[in-house]
C-alpha cells in the first residue's frame, strides 16, 4: 500500500498547508502542552519534592536525545505514518504492528487520563463555587471521565474542529500569570539540585511527567507538511523542547516555592500553588485551564487513535469494519466507537490516574527506543539513503536513547517500587502482551483457530462438568463456592458442544 | 445439514451469552458492586485467582461463540 495513506489522515484530516519554522514550532508546542501539567504535578512533587524541576530538565534533555533520531528518520522519509512507517522501512511488518500498537495504546491511555484529570479539575471548580467536600466529591472522578468519554466519544463521530493555536496561547497566558504572581510574591527559594539519595525518586518523576514531552513528535509526524523539512524539522524540535523546558521548569519552580510544607491534594498541586499566589481566582483559572485542556487532548486523542486503527486496518492487521466512515457526518464512527469503549475500559477498570500517567509514558517510552533502533537498523540496511539531517555523534546518541529509555522504564518499578508504575507497567505490557497475541492470531488463520479453540472450549467442558461432579459429592471448590452444580453442567455441556462443533469445522475446511 | 447450522448457531449463541455472563461477573466482582464478593463468599485471598479463571474463561467463551456464529 502507499505508504502516504497510513493512518488515513488524508481520509479524515483537513490537509494541512505548507508550514515554515515558525509553523513548526507551533505544531510542537500545540501537541506537547497539554493537560499533563495540569495532572502530573502533584504526583512528581511526592516522588521527587524539589527535584521535580531537575527532573523535568532531564526529561526534555532525554527527549531531545531520541528526537535527533526522530529527526533522521523524518528528513529521510517524509511520509505519514511516524513511527508506524520508520518501523516498517527498518524492520518490516511486525516490528512496524508493535509501533502502531505502541503508539496507539499510549494514545489510549493519555486519553483514559486526560478525562481522569477533567474530572479532578471540575470537581476543584465546584468545591470552590458550591460548599461542598473535595475529598468526598474525588470519589466520583472515574463516573464524571466515563460521562466525559461518552460525550466527547458522540462529538467526535459528528464532527468537531480543534482550536488548538488559540489553547496554547491561552494555557501559555495562564503560566505567564502564575509565573508572574509567583515571582513578584518573592518565595523563598527551593532546594531543586536533588540528594544522591533522592535520585531514585527523580528518575521515577521522570519517568512519569515523560508524556508531558512527547508531543513534540507531532512536529515530525506532520514531515511531510512541512517547507524544506531537512533544515527546519531539527530547528523546530530543538526550539520546542527549549521553550517547553522553559515553561514547565519554571511552573514547576513557583509551584516548588510557594507549596514548602503545607498540605495540599496531590491531582490538584497545581490549583493549590495558584490559589498561594493569585487567591481562588488563580485556582479556578488553572481548573478551567485544565479542563479545557482536558478536553481538547481527548478529543484529538480520539481522533488519532481512529487514524491509527484504520491504517493497520487498511494493512490487514485489524478488521475491515473499522475503516468504515458514517454515512451522514462523514466520521470513522465504528472507530471513534471502538477506542471510546477502549478509554472506558481503561478509566473503570485502570490504574487510577497516576497508573495511566505511567502506562501513557511507558508506552510513549517503548515506541521512542523502537525509533532509535529503527535508526541504527536503517543506517546498516540503507547506508546510501540521502539523509538530509543525521543524528549527531551515531551511533551514540541513539544507543544511549535506548539504554535512557530502558532506565526510565526499570527506574520507578526497581529503584522507587512505586505502585502506580507497578500498575501501569502490568497494564500497558499486558495490553502489549494482549495485541502481540491477536497479531499472531491473525497470521495463524481462521481454520486452525477454530481448531485451536474447539481445544479449549471441550478443556474447559471438561473442567466444568468435573468441578459439577466434585460439588454434587461435597467438594468444596476455593473459587466461587456458591456456584450450584446444575449451573456448571449446563456451561459444561455447552462448552462440550461448542467445542466439537468448532474442531469439525476447523478440520473439515484444513483437510 | 439445515439441523447442524440450527445447532450451531444455538451453541454459539449460548456460549457467547456465558462468557458474556462471566465477564459481567468479572465486572461485578472487582468493583464490588451490591457487595457482591460476600454474596459469592469470595475470600480476598483468592479474589485474584477467581478474577484470572472467569476472565480466560469468559474471554475464550466470548470469542468462540463468535466463531461458531460467523461460520454460519
Same mark, same amino acid.
Given at each position: 500500500?502507499?505508504?502516504?495513506?497510513?493512518?488515513?489522515?488524508?481520509?479524515?484530516?483537513?490537509?494541512?498547508?505548507?508550514?515554515?519554522?515558525?509553523?513548526?514550532?507551533?505544531?510542537?508546542?500545540?501537541?506537547?502542552?497539554?493537560?499533563?501539567?495540569?495532572?502530573?504535578?502533584?504526583?512528581?512533587?511526592?516522588?521527587?519534592?524539589?527535584?521535580?524541576?531537575?527532573?523535568?530538565?532531564?526529561?526534555?534533555?532525554?527527549?531531545?536525545?531520541?528526537?535527533?533520531?526522530?529527526?533522521?528518520? *523524518?528528513?529521510?522519509?517524509?511520509?505519514?505514518?511516524?513511527?508506524?512507517?520508520? /518501523?516498517?522501512?527498518?524492520?518490516?511488518?511486525?516490528?512496524?504492528?508493535?509501533?502502531?500498537?505502541? &503508539?496507539?495504546?499510549?494514545?489510549?491511555?493519555?486519553?483514559?487520563?486526560?478525562?481522569?484529570?477533567?474530572?479532578? =479539575?471540575?470537581?476543584?471548580?465546584?468545591?470552590?463555587?458550591?460548599?461542598?467536600?473535595?475529598?468526598?466529591?474525588?470519589?466520583?472522578?472515574?463516573?464524571?471521565?466515563?460521562?466525559?468519554?461518552?460525550?466527547?466519544?458522540?462529538?467526535?463521530?459528528?464532527?468537531?474542529?480543534?482550536?488548538?493555536?488559540?489553547?496554547?496561547?491561552?494555557?501559555?497566558?495562564?503560566?505567564?500569570?502564575?509565573?508572574?504572581?509567583?515571582?513578584?510574591?518573592?518565595?523563598?527559594?527551593?532546594?531543586?539540585?536533588?540528594?544522591?539519595?533522592?535520585?531514585?525518586?527523580?528518575?521515577?518523576?521522570?519517568?512519569?511527567?515523560?508524556?508531558?514531552?512527547?508531543?513534540?513528535? /507531532?512536529?515530525?509526524?506532520?514531515?511531510?507538511?512541512?517547507?524544506?523539512?531537512?533544515?527546519?524539522?531539527?530547528?523546530?524540535?530543538?526550539?520546542?523542547?527549549?521553550? $517547553?523546558?522553559?515553561?514547565?521548569?519554571?511552573?514547576?519552580?513557583?509551584?516548588?516555592?510557594?507549596?514548602?510544607?503545607?498540605?495540599?491534594?496531590?491531582?490538584?498541586?497545581?490549583?493549590?500553588?495558584?490559589?498561594?499566589?493569585?487567591?481562588?481566582?488563580?485556582?479556578?483559572?488553572?481548573?478551567?485551564?485544565?479542563?479545557?485542556?482536558?478536553?481538547?487532548?481527548?478529543?484529538?486523542?480520539?481522533?488519532?487513535?481512529?487514524?491509527?486503527? =484504520?491504517?493497520? #486496518?487498511?494493512?490487514? !492487521?485489524?478488521?475491515?469494519?473499522?475503516?468504515?466512515?458514517? &454515512?451522514?457526518?462523514?466520521?470513522?464512527?465504528?472507530?471513534?466507537?471502538?477506542?471510546?469503549?477502549?478509554?472506558?475500559?481503561?478509566?473503570?477498570?485502570?490504574?487510577?490516574?497516576?497508573?495511566?500517567?505511567?502506562?501513557? *509514558?511507558?508506552?510513549?517510552?517503548?515506541?521512542?527506543?523502537?525509533?532509535?533502533?529503527?535508526? $541504527?537498523?536503517? &543506517?546498516?540496511?540503507?547506508?546510501?539513503?540521502?539523509?538530509?539531517?543525521? /543524528?549527531?555523534? !551515531?551511533?551514540?546518541?541513539?544507543?544511549?536513547?535506548?539504554?535512557?529509555?530502558?532506565?526510565?522504564?526499570?527506574?520507578?518499578?526497581?529503584?522507587? &517500587?512505586?505502585? #502506580?508504575?507497578?500498575?501501569?507497567?502490568?497494564?500497558?505490557?499486558?495490553?502489549?502482551?494482549?495485541?502481540?497475541?491477536?497479531?499472531?492470531?491473525?497470521?495463524?488463520?481462521?481454520?486452525?483457530?477454530?481448531?485451536?479453540?474447539?481445544?479449549?472450549?471441550?478443556?474447559?467442558?471438561?473442567?466444568?462438568?468435573?468441578?459439577?461432579?466434585?460439588?454434587?459429592?461435597?467438594?468444596?471448590?476455593?473459587?466461587?463456592?456458591?456456584?450450584?452444580?446444575?449451573?456448571? /453442567?449446563?456451561?459444561?455441556?455447552?462448552?462440550?458442544?461448542?467445542?466439537?462443533?468448532?474442531?469439525?469445522?476447523?478440520?473439515?475446511?484444513?483437510? | 445439514?439445515?439441523?447442524?447450522?440450527?445447532?450451531?448457531?444455538?451453541?454459539?449463541?449460548?456460549?457467547?451469552?456465558?462468557?458474556?455472563?462471566?465477564?459481567?461477573?468479572?465486572?461485578?466482582?472487582?468493583?464490588?458492586?451490591?457487595?457482591?464478593?460476600?454474596?459469592?463468599?469470595?475470600?480476598? @485471598?483468592?479474589?485474584?485467582?477467581?478474577?484470572?479463571?472467569?476472565?480466560?474463561?469468559?474471554?475464550?467463551?466470548?470469542?468462540?461463540?463468535?466463531?461458531?456464529?460467523? @461460520?454460519?
Amino acid at each position: 500500500m502507499n505508504i502516504n495513506t497510513l493512518f488515513g489522515a488524508d481520509v479524515w484530516l483537513k490537509k494541512a498547508e505548507k508550514h515554515g519554522l515558525f509553523g513548526a514550532i507551533m505544531i510542537g508546542l500545540g501537541s506537547a502542552i497539554g493537560f499533563e501539567i495540569f495532572g502530573q504535578l502533584g504526583h512528581a512533587y511526592s516522588l521527587a519534592q524539589g527535584g521535580m524541576v531537575f527532573a523535568l530538565l532531564l526529561g526534555g534533555l532525554i527527549c531531545l536525545l531520541t528526537m535527533f533520531s526522530y529527526s533522521e528518520l *523524518s528528513a529521510a522519509l517524509p511520509v505519514k505514518g511516524g513511527e508506524y512507517s520508520y /518501523a516498517k522501512a527498518a524492520f518490516g511488518g511486525f516490528t512496524a504492528f508493535m509501533a502502531g500498537c505502541l &503508539r496507539w495504546l499510549s494514545s489510549v491511555f493519555g486519553a483514559a487520563f486526560a478525562a481522569i484529570v477533567f474530572a479532578e =479539575q471540575l470537581v476543584y471548580f465546584l468545591s470552590i463555587l458550591l460548599p461542598l467536600d473535595q475529598n468526598s466529591m474525588l470519589a466520583f472522578t472515574n463516573l464524571i471521565a466515563a460521562v466525559l468519554v461518552f460525550i466527547i466519544g458522540a462529538l467526535t463521530i459528528r464532527g468537531v474542529k480543534e482550536v488548538t493555536t488559540f489553547l496554547v496561547i491561552a494555557f501559555l497566558a495562564i503560566f505567564a500569570l502564575f509565573l508572574i504572581s509567583g515571582f513578584w510574591q518573592s518565595p523563598a527559594v527551593p532546594e531543586i539540585l536533588p540528594r544522591f539519595e533522592g535520585l531514585s525518586g527523580v528518575f521515577a518523576a521522570t519517568a512519569y511527567t515523560f508524556i508531558m514531552f512527547v508531543g513534540i513528535r /507531532a512536529i515530525v509526524t506532520g514531515a511531510p507538511d512541512i517547507k524544506d523539512p531537512g533544515k527546519n524539522i531539527p530547528k523546530a524540535i530543538f526550539v520546542s523542547i527549549v521553550l $517547553l523546558i522553559a515553561v514547565y521548569c519554571s511552573v514547576a519552580y513557583v509551584t516548588v516555592s510557594v507549596v514548602g510544607d503545607k498540605a495540599f491534594e496531590e491531582p490538584t498541586l497545581l490549583n493549590f500553588a495558584a490559589t498561594q499566589t493569585m487567591g481562588l481566582l488563580g485556582g479556578a483559572l488553572v481548573a478551567v485551564g485544565g479542563m479545557v485542556a482536558s478536553i481538547s487532548s481527548l478529543s484529538t486523542s480520539i481522533t488519532v487513535q481512529s487514524s491509527i486503527v =484504520q491504517g493497520m #486496518s487498511r494493512d490487514g !492487521y485489524f478488521p475491515k469494519v473499522l475503516l468504515k466512515i458514517h &454515512r451522514r457526518y462523514g466520521t470513522p464512527h465504528v472507530a471513534a466507537t471502538v477506542n471510546s469503549l477502549f478509554i472506558l475500559l481503561f478509566i473503570v477498570f485502570g490504574a487510577g490516574a497516576v497508573g495511566l500517567g505511567y502506562a501513557a *509514558s511507558f508506552a510513549s517510552i517503548l515506541v521512542f527506543a523502537l525509533v532509535n533502533l529503527a535508526v $541504527l537498523k536503517l &543506517r546498516q540496511k540503507r547506508p546510501r539513503l540521502e539523509r538530509p539531517f543525521k /543524528a549527531p555523534f !551515531y551511533p551514540v546518541t541513539p544507543i544511549i536513547g535506548i539504554a535512557i529509555s530502558l532506565m526510565l522504564l526499570i527506574a520507578p518499578v526497581l529503584l522507587n &517500587r512505586d505502585a #502506580s508504575a507497578e500498575s501501569g507497567i502490568v497494564w500497558s505490557l499486558g495490553f502489549m502482551g494482549l495485541v502481540l497475541t491477536t497479531y499472531h492470531l491473525r497470521m495463524v488463520g481462521v481454520h486452525r483457530l477454530h481448531v485451536a479453540l474447539g481445544g479449549i472450549s471441550l478443556g474447559m467442558g471438561f473442567f466444568a462438568a468435573i468441578l459439577a461432579y466434585l460439588i454434587e459429592k461435597g467438594f468444596n471448590p476455593l473459587i466461587l463456592p456458591l456456584v450450584p452444580p446444575y449451573i456448571l /453442567a449446563l456451561v459444561s455441556i455447552t462448552s462440550i458442544l461448542a467445542g466439537i462443533l468448532n474442531f469439525v469445522v476447523g478440520m473439515r475446511k484444513l483437510f | 445439514m439445515k439441523v447442524k447450522r440450527i445447532v450451531t448457531v444455538i451453541v454459539g449463541l449460548a456460549q457467547g451469552a456465558i462468557g458474556i455472563v462471566a465477564l459481567f461477573l468479572v465486572g461485578l466482582l472487582y468493583l464490588n458492586l451490591l457487595d457482591f464478593q460476600t454474596m459469592l463468599s469470595v475470600s480476598t @485471598e483468592l479474589l485474584p485467582l477467581s478474577l484470572l479463571v472467569l476472565s480466560v474463561f469468559g474471554f475464550f467463551s466470548v470469542v468462540s461463540g463468535l466463531f461458531l456464529l460467523r @461460520e454460519h
